[in-house]
């Protein structure tokens, strides 16, 4: 059965892959999570067992030794980042990474389901797509507002996009920039393209990714989401 065959699913990371947000983002959650206090708070993010929003405030919490996080304060969580990330937004623009939306629309054109997984908040997240000009489905946007961990966030990305047909029967590829990306990737047994620069490069290709600057080649892109290796 060839790729034409089967249901294409694209799972697409945001910032740093599809906007150019994450200065903004690491500001607005540095300052959102100072605010809670926390004793000796270790802003080495890259340390914490799970690189989400959610997971790395449930984790701090546990670290200072603290009860909860309740329902409650977790709320308050989302509502100081959301506030933050908006007043941080206002004085820096958010753009998509070149090329990132007429990629999208191309998936799409080409009968790709097209489907975002952020370690991001669900707020956050629209700002940053909507800042950026990339049209998104509310109900394939999947978020660390109601997922914890990486591999949950793709799982039920996945879910969304397929709604109750076999991932082990689509062709399925994770667009990121990061290692924890590619890694999630590997433990769920998809398919992974690399989007990214900088450092970011050496680590994804050293582990054998496949890697693009952006998604301005978007013959190229394509071709590599088709048989990405």
């Not at 590619?182 to 050496?202: D, I, R």
Request: charged share 25%; net charge negative.
């Amino acid at each position: 059965m060839s790729v034409s065959d089967v249901p294409r699913l694209a799972v697409l990371d945001i910032d740093g892959t599809m906007t150019d947000s994450i200065a903004v983002h690491h500001a607005a959650f540095l300052a959102t999570m100072e605010s809670f206090a926390f004793p000796n708070l270790d802003s080495n993010w890259d340390g914490y067992p799970h690189h989400t929003d959610t997971a790395i405030f449930v984790e701090a919490w546990r670290r200072a030794g603290w009860l909860g996080p309740s329902e409650a304060q977790q709320r308050t969580f989302f509502e100081r980042l959301e506030q933050r990330f908006k007043e941080e937004s206002a004085t820096r623009a958010i753009r998509e990474i070149p090329g990132a939306g007429a990629f999208v629309a191309a998936l799409r054109a080409d009968g790709w389901r097209v489907v975002f997984a952020t370690g991001g908040l669900r707020g956050t997240a629209r700002i940053k797509l909507r800042m950026a000009g990339i049209a998104f489905d509310e109900a394939r946007l999947v978020t660390a507002s109601e997922h914890v961990t990486r591999e949950e966030l793709v799982t039920a990305a996945i879910d969304a996009a397929l709604a109750g047909q076999d991932a082990a029967a689509a062709h399925i590829v994770a667009v990121g920039d990061g290692l924890w990306d590619m890694l999630t990737a590997e433990t769920l047994g998809l398919h992974f393209l690399g989007v990214a620069s900088g450092t970011k490069v050496a680590r994804l290709t050293e582990r054998g990714a496949r890697v693009l600057p952006d998604f301005t080649d978007l013959e190229k892109t394509l071709a590599l989401m088709a048989d990405p290796g």
